[in-house]
């Protein structure tokens, strides 16, 4: 059931290396072949993958034109400071840094576990998840600020969003031990950590199917959708292009990393894909396949909010269920292209899946994503698409049920075309 496989990816994601890990178990059990993250060089096979940390390329064929799909697998969170052990007025409490643009009343008063990457002092680096709550960071009461509901409510990042963990002083090296006893090591063998708090609620399909909430959807649905789509094309046995999928890290926070958009990885793999040898031909042979080839930057559109329909611009509204959004941007936020809609939708069409149109308002700052940073970097043609959502950067989030499979679809007619 794509629904059940939907939610499990959206539960187990609860890192951006958790995510790759579990897209990784799912393109391994489809006959992807995993190529160690140092072997790139080496002869690779015409189905595989790499995976290190939040990045995760894969790909099937190595022929015709590059068919790629690219999201991103980090989300606004709070990530543990590299000493996290604070206290105040008698209780324990975790010393968090803000990751991304979070909307910071979302985190309040949610059961928060903590997951994440471990690297140990003999070099191995183990993903952790505590799974139950360990944390939560409460609102100061009604009673304590009573105008707060006519006032609005402000956060000082630094003051109020310290979660709390248990009485006591601050021991050093505590909170380590007890998320680091969860795989069985001691906090005296970790060297350091990469560690990022979730709400443990899990993905939920409403009563009537037609809605889905859940942490982490901007952008684990198009993370999903883009593996989904790939597994489909290689079960399909379609060769005459070459479906690739870029799950990037760090797009939160602008995409300058190494494993980010604005990274080498994915052109490194491109260019072992063409067969580069470096020599004057191959760089022009490389350069070719690029602007003969398209990128989908997946990631999720703001659907039309039904208490605030003002902030859409009006002829341009999409809807939870609408199916998949083109989104375009006249000052370049958005790669998508006149031509690169019309492949996309005419994709689509054939499919028979419905697509939809995003610009915002001349007068609403507009935001940005992976799109414009890859086709900068490679020259090919890209469109901006994802699925609407509500609540978007919230720590739990809101779309249609059924948008998810159609991005799928979608997908998987944009790896055929
Ligand atoms: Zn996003």
Not at 10 to 17: G, I
Not at 25 to 39: H, I
């Amino acid at each position: 059931m794509p629904v059940d496989d939907l939610l499990q990816h959206l539960d187990r994601s609860v890192s951006p290396a958790h995510s790759t890990a579990h897209a990784a178990r799912k393109l391994a059990d489809a006959g992807f072949v995993e190529v160690p993250f140092d072997r790139l060089a080496k002869d690779i096979p015409s189905t595989g993958f790499v995976r290190d940390g939040g990045l995760l390329l894969a790909w099937h064929g190595n022929a015709g034109p590059f068919r790629i799909v690219g999201a991103h697998t980090d989300s606004p969170t709070l990530r543990l400071k590299p000493r996290p052990d604070a206290a105040s007025s008698g209780w324990k409490q975790m010393a968090v840094e803000v990751y991304g643009g979070i909307l910071n009343n979302s985190w309040l008063d949610r059961d928060l576990a903590v997951a994440g990457r471990l690297v140990l002092r003999s070099g191995e680096t183990i993903l952790v998840d505590t799974v139950e709550p360990v944390a939560r960071i409460p609102q100061l009461a009604v009673h304590l600020d009573r105008d707060v509901n006519e006032r609005g409510l402000v956060l000082d990042r630094q003051a109020h969003l310290t979660p709390v963990w248990g009485l006591g002083v601050a021991n050093d090296g505590e909170i380590l031990e007890m998320i680091s006893g969860h795989q069985g090591v001691r906090a005296s063998d970790v060297l350091s950590h990469d560690l990022v708090m979730y709400d443990v609620t899990p993905a939920r399909i409403f009563a009537d199917g037609t809605l889905l909430a859940s942490g982490r959807l901007d952008n684990q649905i198009s993370c999903w959708a883009a593996t989904e789509a790939l597994v489909r094309t290689a079960a399909s046995g379609a060769t005459h292009s070459c479906s690739v999928i870029a799950l990037f890290d760090h797009e939160e926070v602008g995409s300058e990393s190494t494993h980010g958009a604005a990274g080498p990885h994915l052109e490194w793999l491109l260019r072992r894909l063409v067969g580069n040898n470096a020599s004057q031909f191959a760089e022009t042979e490389f350069r070719d396949r690029c602007v003969s080839s398209m990128c989908v930057s997946a990631d999720n559109a703001h659907s039309v909010h039904p208490n605030y329909p003002d902030r859409h611009e009006p002829g341009h509204r999409p809807i939870a269920n609408g199916g998949p959004v083109v989104k375009s941007n006249a000052n370049q936020r958005y790669a998508t292209t006149a031509q690169t809609a019309a492949a996309f939708k005419r994709a689509c069409e054939g499919a028979g899946v419905p697509t939809q149109d995003f610009v915002s308002r001349n007068n609403v700052p507009c935001g940005s994503t992976i799109g414009p940073i890859t086709s900068t970097r490679l020259g090919i043609p890209t469109v901006d698409v994802g699925v609407a959502q509500l609540s978007m950067h919230s720590a739990r989030e809101m779309c249609g049920a059924r948008d998810p499979e159609l991005l799928a679809r979608s997908l998987e007619a944009f790896n055929r075309s």
